[in-house]
Nanobody
């Protein structure tokens, strides 16, 4: 059974940076496409990014984070990262990673982590 654990969230000022990690256990990262989602208070969960098993151009970034967020995969560490730069207050939320056993970012996702809180505030 695949398990995902997020880490790296926290409190950061506007304009700051955070790097989220999503560590996989129980199976190999290379078999999965990995998505990042966020849920803000009072809003529906939205997809932020997805790193497909096949790589670009099948990867996805939400328009509002393009140029600021960068995803990466480290097969040796079985971990996916989301580098978030120039953070804005509207980036605040609980960030989840999810995995789908497909070559592309196809819903529904099969496995979900428990999330990590990101708060952008001065």
């Amino acid at each position: 059974q695949l398990q995902l654990v997020e880490s790296g969230g926290g409190l950061v000022q506007p304009g700051g940076s955070l790097r989220l990690s999503c560590a996989l256990s129980g199976d190999t990262l290379d078999y999965y496409s990995i998505g990042w989602f966020r849920e803000a208070p009072g809003k529906e969960r939205e997809g932020v990014s997805c790193l497909s098993r096949t790589g670009p151009p099948a990867d996805f970034y939400l328009d509002s984070v393009k140029g600021r967020f960068t995803g990466s995969r480290d097969s040796a560490k079985n971990t996916v990262y989301l580098q978030m730069d120039d953070l804005k207050a509207e980036d605040t939320g609980i960030y989840y990673c999810a995995a789908v056993h497909q070559p592309a970012c196809i819903i529904p996702y099969d496995y979900w982590g428990r999330g990590t809180q990101v708060t952008v505030s001065s």
